[in-house]
């Protein structure tokens, strides 16, 4: 997987534009609404999705594999931008917690233990009524059910990527310990679902 990134950011560089996600604009404007300072950013790229948090004043950090990414942003951003380079499955990076936890695109590329330790390490990075938003792809994708069939709703495809799809059933079943309290579904460049969950006070996992 950090081979793929590495020349998917090396051939295309910032591949995916400057604009943020509609799951960044939808995630800012819940974190200022919560009052969020401080936001974790795992799989944070170049720092595409970063910048709407940081220009609404909070402190951001993220976790990169692609060192080509980190540099990428570290050229845009300067230290403005705190970044940790290493794969998200090796968390926590720190010792800090945080206000909001934002993780666009990533959890659907993990196994079913990633995907749990993900986001039992989220969790337990948030500040008492914290906030954690991801993004997860759809079984409603065109792409779903293409290429080779690792898993249930787990397909290899696009050179050797591993994807899971998701249904509602099962956001319950990763994310329902978690403090999920909202889903609701995006258009990106494939349908998302965007997924809210919120730390109770005093509990970590």
């Known amino acids: 997987m950090a ?13 995916w534009g400057l604009e943020p996600t509609q799951s960044s604009i939808i ?8 009052e ?15 910048q709407i948090f940081k220009e609404s004043g909070m402190r951001v ?19 403005e931008l705190t970044f940790y380079h ?6 926590p990076f720190d010792d800090q917690v945080y206000d909001g936890v934002f993780c666009y695109g990533l959890v659907y590329l993990l196994d079913e233990q990633e995907r749990v330790k993900l986001i039992k390490d989220c969790y337990n990075q948030l500040a008492d009524n914290g906030i954690m938003v991801f993004t997860a792809i759809t079984k409603e ?13 787990r397909f290899e495809q696009f050179g050797g990527v591993k994807i899971f799809f998701y249904n509602k059933d099962g956001i319950e079943k990763d994310f329902g ?5 909202e889903i609701s579904e995006v258009e990106e460049n494939q349908p ?9 006070s005093g509990l970590t996992e």
């Not at 994708?141 to 709703?153: L, N, P, R, T, V």
């Open 27 to 34: 995630s800012r404007d819940l974190f200022v609404a919560n």
């Open 3 to 15: 081979e793929f990134w590495e020349t998917a950011f090396k051939d295309k560089q910032e591949m």
């Open 36 to 50: 969020v300072k401080s936001v974790l950013i795992p799989g944070m790229g170049y720092g595409r999705n970063a």
């Open 192 to 200: 998302f679902y965007v997924i809210k969950c919120r730390k109770q």
């Open 86 to 91: 290493g794969s998200v499955t090796d968390m």
């Open 177 to 181: 310990p978690y403090g999920l309290f």
């Open 141 to 153: 994708a065109k792409s779903y059910g293409q290429g080779i069939q690792i898993g249930k709703d």
């Open 61 to 79: 950090a993220g976790i990169e594999i692609s060192q080509t990414a980190i540099d990428l942003g570290k050229k845009r951003f300067g230290d």
